[in-house]
Each structure stands twice: as structure tokens, then as C-alpha cells.
């Protein structure tokens, strides 16, 4: 019966050209004479072979262009030569090869006998935009008839990259935004609402989901795969749904490996470089035979990670920076508080003095420098391999298996320092002429990750070793009394002010409080970052499990240009985390579903100058009502080679709340973070409406009742206009503008509650505050999600020009614009919009000599406010200046590297209470033997 679907699948796959093929050219090859001999061909060419050398319009050998077999899979590279070999089967008749490099035109050429001396020149394309792309409608297209604003990275491109991972550079593509927490955990977002964790931006490797299972989040490309195996980037901006599902709500990252038939040989990448760099790659590609070809990935890096240095007071401190009462530091932990009052006098050894009722007191807290102890050094391991069989030469079956493991440090509600966080993912895909079946599975795994605002809390609420007239007390306790005590000595002095009586009870507190250089500092954290129990330990822990399938099939409706996909996908959660982070308590894994089905309809019209299309998604949850994610576009081309293109598109797209938002279930004592999918909850706000707090004299109780209902899907809707192609010969330009409305996003509330989701009783509360850090209570303090109805519109414009002067200079530049619509929002809402109104970027590249090629790029962003689970607040303009340059040997298949970013070590602090990423550059070698 298995064999019999598998036949079934790959008769639904076969006949037409493939997907994945060369794009076809519009021209055939020039076959001239060289101007540079031809070398020995790589391989012995057998009876069946063709090879020879691919050359650009100057007589230059072209690496890394694409020659394929046309309607097949079959096919390979040039080396640094700009030479090939491929076997191909002559005996059914001629074939067509098509040979492709970006900014040039595709050639082809037809063959009846083997002939391993070609040469061929390509010519420069006049668009500049001869470059396909994939993910727009999941069907191959020109990047210029794209319906929705997209970009794409070449290869040369990734290969040009300075920053320390490559999403970090993405940020010099229009409209796009980075958010780097640290060196290799990085966020991209675009069309605002930018995070440090992308939940609303999906990001793939050859179609299969990155994201933490557990979280719904993809750690960067912290367990990706190496840039030595890309062939591409593609980036969707804005809604994406009706073709992507869940939480393509403002986008999709699609990263594409280099199929080992066509990228062939041993590449070695090797960087060194400021902050203890040390950075290798390896990819080894072999062919077995026509039919089978095998692929391995390895990578290590390391280095000295940048370390947040934010001592500024948080938003929500109730004191300034520098009172004598202390205050809450954005990038210090474990400020615990104490608020005196007569009713809070029984909890503190030695009483209150009047003089601070109403104070609130806070410790000092930690560094982040030294809750990690010197373990700030930042790594990333990746292993890969894949085997690749071709059934037929246009049906390719792909097995591949790859783990990943990373140690860097994460921000989300709190700093986590992430050591040994990895997946292990497993694939099997079958490809063919019209479409695909695909299967994969992610497991994700913690390592001994920890997060720091726990571990420094509990620091300070162990036992302290001094002796104490009360009996055993915690450091906290010590500290609050000991500011009590010397208050109380200090108001009594001659002529003491209260402002100078509280300097010197902070100052006494002060010397009570833990000390990093204490030996028992070590001792505790140890013990604390070893522990995953919450409210006992830091440590993190969680291991769960993604199962995902999806098919896709194209028809051809009829011959007067009317295309039709339809596809579907089902994906299932394990969830486990053994009670510590989920509500798997029983030991169960918990189950969660979603599957949908998508469609889309293309028509030509005008003699091909007019693309329509409609797509719809229809998708159905465990947990939600069912979501329709409707698409329709337009786009209009005209001019020699259809350089002038016109879109126009509407949008609808949604985000399912992450798997901790629905099922989430961690007891730290101090509160209870719950998810919110039963019946909601209803309690008690820490401030009624006009930000009065709770106990205020003369204030109802029904003034600080809230409601929380279950948990629903987010939504957007967007329509979005633009233009791409050729303004002048060598002037490309890419304009786009959008309107956007967005409902139902998903925020975080702490409140007074009972667990069970009831409204507390006035009795209930009275009890006070121990009895609302009492487990065995049902009244607590929760932190749950939910969805603010508030209708956000924002909008915006991206402006992107390249300019080819010379192969010496391309000038490339894009400015984007970012506007939230505020006229409509109550005074004081949070949006998390967290973007830039105005940022640009301005570059050149080009190959200086015959054999050094350079790059350069400014990137600038304007002052903004974000509002982060972390925190809150202003962020100033940030700017920085990356430089490339790379000398090829040709014949030793050697390129000499050498790369810098942030080179004037400028502002670059991109997230609140992120980091200073400043400078580093490197030096590198990098080898490729085909």
C-alpha cells in the first residue's frame, strides 16, 4: 500500500516543466571565440557530456551561473573558472540547456550530440530584474511581475555579507527592520510592529518553519544553516497568509540551499577576526552518478558577545534614576521592592518608620555582566546532510536531516541567557514537475538555558549567612530592614534632612546586599541556573515536538493563460515541558492542530501584459474559530522587455497566539503565568482608569475590574500600490506604498486573580499580599495574554534605486517610511509599533579589478519610541557603516576576504535594553574546489 502512494504522489508530480527549473532565456547563446583560453575541463568528459565555459560580455570567465537541462532538475555551476561538466542523455534526442546568472540575460542553446567545448557569453540584461523568485506565489516568477513588494539576496550578495550573521543585514533592504539583542540573535520585521523575537514574520529554509515549537519563534539564524549554503534570500513585505497560514501576519524570510546536483564540490570558509572571532564553514557536495547526489553542512563559530549596559530607569520605575530610594534599571536585574506602609510593617523585621509610608525602596539588583560571569562568549553549531535522487530527471527526492545548537543571549519579557538552545530537523520532499509533497519534523531543546531577572531574584531572596536577632532571613529582608533601621538612627542625628537620613540608609542597605565577588555568589548562582523547578530555579525547560505536512499541485487551466494551484498543509504541536513552562502537569505532552488548504488563480490577459490573481486560505484551529485569508493582485507591464511593471494588491492575514500564549503554565511563587484558551479571566488592575492605585482611600473596588476574554486571533488588512523596473537603462527602481489596519493584537497583563479564571472576593483580597504569593491560594498574581481590541491603521512608502554605471561602480541607495495613525488611540496606548518613521540606506559595489570585488553600505535610522515586554522608551537615531573586500585567485580556487561592520563604531543600539553592537571586522579566506 505504501508503495502504491508512492507511485500515486509522483504521477501527480510528473510532466511540464518544473518549478525549480532555469527560468528560460529569450535569446540564444553567442558562441564566440574567447578572449581568454579555455582550460582542461574539470572532469574526464565521458561519450554523454557537455561542458566548456561560460563568459560575461567582457571575455571574463562568470562564477556560480546556473546551467540546466531545460523542464528537468538536471543540472550544475560554474567554478571560479566560469567552467562545467554535466552528463546529460542525448539518446531520446536533442535538449536545451539553459544557462542563467543574475543581471544577465538567460541563454539557451540546443544540442543533439556531446560537445564539451562550449563557450558561451552572456549578455548584460537590460532590466536588471531577470532574477525569479518563488516564494511571491509559490510558483516561479520574475522578481519584476511580482504582485507584492519582494526582494531578493544572490548568492554574490550573501557572499558580500559583513555583519556577524546574516539576517542582521537584511536591515539594508528597504523597509525592513532589525532588531539585534546580541551578536547572533536577531529579529527582522517589516512594515513596523518590530520585536526582538519576529512572531509575526515567518522565516523558512526551503519551506520548512525555523521557529522554536515552543515559542513560536525563530532564534535568528542561530540554528539556521551557513551562508555557504545559501543560494538565496526572498523576502515578502507585509500580509502573506493567503499562500503562508499562521503568523505570515507581516511577512516571510525564505532562505534556499543549494541543491547538491547543481552546487557540486568542497567550499571551506574560515574568518577570524576583533572580539575573538573565529568563524568556519565547510559544504561538501558530490554527485554519485546521474541519479544520486549527497550534501554536508558544518559549522562553528564563536565569539566575545556584546553585553546590554542600559542604566537608565525603566519606564515603570516608580523612582527617578538616582533617587536615594533607588530605582528600576533597564539593563539591571533583580531591583527587588518594597513598598513601607503601617500595613506592610508586620512583614519587616524592626517595623517602619512614618517617615517612609508610602515609599517604595529598591535594591540594587545585578548587572547583566555579572549575573552571566564572564560567560559572555556567544556560539553557534550546525551540522547537515541531505541525499538527493532524481526518479526521474524532473522528479527529485530529498532526505535530509540536520541539528543546531547556539549559546547567545535572547530578550523578550526579560533577558535569557540561551546556552545549548538547538533543534534537530528531519525532511523528506518530493519534487516535481508540478508540484510537491513535503514532510518535516522539528524537535527543540533548552540546553542549560537560563533567564536572568529570575536568577538575580533569587539571589536575593536566598538565606543570607548573617545572623539576625528575627531568626534566618533572605538577603531582600536584610536589606529592607537594614534601610529602615539606618533611616530611623539617621532622621534622629541634629539638623538630619530626610533627604540626607535616606542617602545614608541607602548607602547602609547597600552594603548588606549580595556582592558578585562573594564567594557565595558563585556558589548560589550555580546552584540557581542548575535548577529548572520555577520560583526555585532559572534554568529553562522545554522539549517539543512540530510534525508538518504539505502538498502543493499546479494545473494548467487552459491555454489562453489561466493557471490554477491549490495546496494544503496540517501541522501538529507535542508541547512538553514537564509542568515547568506548559500545562503538561499530568507528564502528557499537550496536542495542538491546525491545517488549512489555499488556492490561487492567475490570469494573463492583453498578450501577457496584465496578471490577475486571486488566492484565498482557509485555515481551522484547536483552539480558534476557523480564518479566511483572502489575496487579490494586479499587474500591469509594459515597455521593451516589459521594463515598466505596475502592481496593485489587497491583503488579509492573520497570527495565531504562540503556543506559551495559549498553553502556558509556570509557577515562579511570586506570580503565575498562565495561557488564556479556557473561559478568560476575571480580577483586579494594579491602577483604575485614570492610573490611580489600587487601595487609594475613597476609590471603589469595581473601579479596577477587568475582564480578559479567551484568547482570538490577531488580524490585518492591507492594500498596497507600486511600481518596479527600469526608469532609465541603467536605472532600477522599486516604489511601493501601503495603508494597513490591524485588529486583536496580542499584549500581556499582570493583574489580582483566582486561577480558575473567577473574579476574586473581597475577602479573598483582604487576606493581603503573602497570601498572594501563596501557592496553595487560588487568588495570585497572574500574567496572562489577550486581545485589545483596538482598531491601529499605519502606513508607509519604500523608495529603492540601483544604478549600474560600470562593473566597477554600482550605485545602489532606498529610503522607507514608516507612519502609526495616532488620531484614533486613547491617550497612553501601547502599540508596540517599535519603528523608525524615516531610515535609508546608501551602497556601492562593483569589481574594481578583474579579480577584487568591494562593497560598501551606510545604514542610518531615526530616534523612535518602543514599547517592549522588557521595557520601555526612547532609542536614538543609530547608524552604521559595513565595507567589504575580497580578492579572488581563480586558478587556486582561493578568495581572500576581508570584511568590517559598524567601522566607526557609531550609536547601534536597535532594541530597548538591547545592546551596543559595535565594531567588528575580520579577516578570511574562503576555498571552493568543483
Request: net charge positive.
Amino acid at each position: 500500500m505504501q508503495h502504491f502512494y508512492f507511485l500515486f504522489a509522483a504521477a501527480l508530480l510528473t510532466s511540464a516543466a518544473p518549478t525549480a527549473a532555469a527560468p528560460p532565456g529569450r535569446a540564444k547563446a553567442a558562441i564566440n571565440s574567447p578572449k581568454h583560453p579555455i582550460t582542461t575541463p574539470i572532469e574526464q568528459p565521458t561519450a554523454d557530456a557537455v561542458g566548456g565555459t561560460v563568459l560575461n560580455d567582457a571575455g571574463e570567465p562568470v562564477p556560480g551561473a546556473t546551467v540546466f537541462v531545460k523542464g528537468s532538475f538536471v543540472g550544475t555551476s560554474t567554478n571560479q573558472l566560469g567552467q562545467f561538466h554535466l552528463n546529460v542523455q542525448l539518446e531520446k534526442g536533442p535538449i536545451t540547456l539553459v544557462i542563467a546568472f543574475v543581471g544577465y540575460d538567460s541563454q539557451e542553446i540546443t544540442l543533439t550530440e556531446a560537445d564539451h567545448t562550449l563557450v558561451i557569453n552572456l549578455v548584460p540584461s537590460a532590466t536588471a530584474g531577470n532574477a525569479t523568485v518563488m516564494s511571491a506565489s509559490r510558483v516561479e516568477e520574475n522578481i519584476l511581475r511580482t504582485s507584492f513588494t519582494i526582494d531578493k539576496v544572490t548568492t554574490a550578495q550573501i557572499e558580500r555579507i559583513s555583519t556577524p550573521e546574516v539576517l542582521s543585514a537584511l536591515g539594508q533592504l528597504p523597509g525592513v527592520d532589525v532588531n539585534s539583542a546580541s551578536m547572533l540573535f536577531t529579529s527582522v520585521s517589516t512594515r513596523g510592529f518590530n520585536t526582538a523575537k519576529s512572531e509575526r514574520v515567518i522565516q523558512l529554509v526551503d519551506y520548512m518553519d525555523t521557529a522554536l515549537p515552543s515559542l513560536n519563534l525563530s532564534p535568528g539564524n542561530l540554528v539556521g544553516i551557513p551562508e555557504l549554503d545559501m543560494e538565496s534570500i526572498e523576502l515578502i513585505h507585509g500580509p502573506a497568509s493567503a499562500l503562508y497560514g499562521a503568523n505570515a501576519l507581516s511577512g516571510v524570510i525564505l532562505f534556499n540551499s543549494k541543491d547538491p546536483f547543481v552546487y557540486d564540490g568542497l567550499s571551506v570558509r574560515l574568518r577570524g577576526g576583533q572580539r575573538s572571532l573565529l568563524d568556519g564553514q565547510l559544504r561538501y557536495a558530490k554527485k554519485l552518478g546521474k541519479k544520486l547526489a549527497v550534501k554536508i553542512n558544518l559549522s562553528g563559530m564563536q565569539a566575545t558577545d556584546w553585553t546590554a549596559s542600559n542604566y537608565e530607569a525603566a519606564s515603570f520605575s516608580l523612582n527617578p534614576q538616582g533617587s536615594p530610594l533607588g530605582y528600576d534599571a533597564v539593563n539591571r536585574s533583580g531591583e527587588l521592592s518594597f513598598q513601607f506602609s503601617p500595613a506592610a510593617s508586620q512583614q519587616l523585621p524592626g517595623g517602619t518608620h512614618p517617615d517612609l509610608y508610602g515609599k517604595t525602596v529598591y535594591m540594587p539588583g545585578f548587572t547583566e555582566q555579572e549575573l552571566v560571569d564572564g560567560d559572555n562568549t556567544t556560539r553557534s553549531y550546525r551540522m547537515q546532510g541531505a541525499v538527493s535522487y532524481l526518479i526521474k530527471d524532473n522528479l527529485q527526492l530529498t532526505l535530509e536531516a540536520k541539528r543546531a545548537t547556539g549559546t547567545s543571549t535572547y530578550q523578550n519579557i526579560s533577558r535569557f541567557r540561551v546556552r545549548g538552545l538547538g533543534t534537530s530537523q528531519y525532511r523528506a520532499e518530493l519534487k516535481g514537475a508540478k508540484g510537491f509533497v513535503r514532510l518535516y519534523s522539528t524537535e527543540d531543546f533548552t540546553g542549560s538555558s537560563y533567564e536572568l531577572a529570575q536568577l538575580s531574584a533569587l539571589l536575593l531572596r536566598s538565606t543570607a549567612q548573617e545572623t539576625s536577632p528575627y531568626g534566618p532571613l533572605s538577603y531582600a529582608q536584610v536589606y529592607f530592614s537594614t534601610y529602615n533601621s539606618a533611616y530611623t538612627q539617621a532622621i534622629q542625628q541634629p539638623g538630619a534632612t530626610r533627604e540626607q537620613a535616606l542617602r545614608v540608609a541607602q548607602q547602609a542597605a547597600n552594603a548588606t546586599q549580595l556582592k558578585s565577588s562573594d564567594p557565595r555568589f558563585a556558589e548560589l548562582r550555580r546552584q540557581i541556573i542548575a535548577d529548572d523547578v520555577p520560583g526555585r530555579g532559572a534554568q529553562q525547560r522545554f522539549n517539543s515536538f512540530l510534525n508538518d505536512i504539505s502538498a502543493q499541485r499546479s494545473f494548467r487551466v487552459s491555454d489562453f493563460g489561466t493557471d490554477l494551484i491549490l495546496g494544503g498543509a496540517y501541522r501538529e504541536y507535542r508541547l512538553g515541558s514537564d509542568g515547568k513552562l506548559f500545562a503538561d502537569t499530568d507528564g502528557s505532552r499537550i496536542r495542538n492542530y491546525e491545517f488549512g488548504a489555499y488556492g490561487q488563480l492567475t490570469q494573463t490577459l492583453l498578450r501577457q501584459h496584465l496578471k490577475l490573481a486571486l488566492a484565498g486560505r482557509a485555515d481551522y484551529f484547536r483552539n480558534f474559530s476557523p480564518a479566511l485569508s483572502p489575496r487579490a493582485s494586479a499587474v500591469y507591464s509594459f515597455g521593451p522587455d516589459q521594463r515598466h511593471n505596475f502592481r496593485a494588491s489587497y491583503s488579509g492575514a492573520y497570527r495565531s497566539p504562540s503556543q506559551l500564549e495559549q498553553y502556558g503554565h509556570s509557577d515562579v511563587t511570586s506570580f503565575i503565568v498562565l495561557g488564556n484558551i479556557g473561559n478568560g479571566f476575571r480580577g483586579y488592575a494594579f491602577n483604575d482608569a485614570q492610573g490611580r492605585p489600587y487601595g487609594t482611600p475613597g476609590i471603589p473596588l469595581s473601579a479596577f475590574e477587568i475582564t480578559l476574554p479567551k484568547l482570538a486571533l490577531e488580524h490585518a488588512k492591507t492594500v498596497e500600490v507600486g511600481y518596479k523596473g527600469m526608469l532609465l537603462p541603467k536605472l532600477y527602481a522599486d516604489v511601493s506604498y501601503f495603508r494597513s489596519v490591524y485588529t486583536d493584537f496580542v499584549g500581556g497583563r499582570a493583574f489580582a486573580g483566582n486561577v480558575d479564571g473567577s473574579r476574586p472576593s473581597q475577602q479573598q483580597l483582604d487576606e493581603g499580599l503573602p497570601a498572594l504569593s501563596d501557592r496553595a491560594k487560588p487568588t495570585r498574581f497572574i500574567f496572562t495574554w489577550y486581545n485589545n481590541a483596538q482598531l491601529v491603521r499605519t502606513q508607509g512608502a519604500t523608495l529603492g534605486l540601483a544604478y549600474k554605471l560600470h562593473k566597477a561602480l554600482n550605485l545602489n541607495g532606498n529610503y522607507s517610511l514608516n507612519v502609526l495613525d495616532r488620531r484614533n488611540l486613547p491617550a497612553g496606548f501601547q502599540t508596540f509599533f517599535n519603528t523608525p518613521k524615516h531610515k535609508y540606506n546608501m551602497g556601492a559595489n562593483g569589481v574594481a579589478a578583474q579579480n577584487l570585488t568591494y562593497a560598501v553600505n551606510y545604514r542610518w535610522a531615526q530616534s523612535h519610541r518602543q514599547e517592549m515586554p522588557f521595557a520601555s522608551g526612547s532609542i536614538g537615531s543609530y547608524s552604521s557603516l559595513d565595507a567589504y573586500l575580497s580578492y579572488a585567485l581563480p586558478k587556486l580556487g582561493t578568495t581572500l576576504q576581508a570584511g568590517v561592520s559598524n567601522l566607526l563604531n557609531s550609536n547601534n543600539i536597535q532594541i530597548i535594553g538591547g545592546p551596543q553592537i559595535g565594531r567588528l571586522a575580520f579577516l578570511g579566506l574562503l576555498v571552493d574546489v568543483k
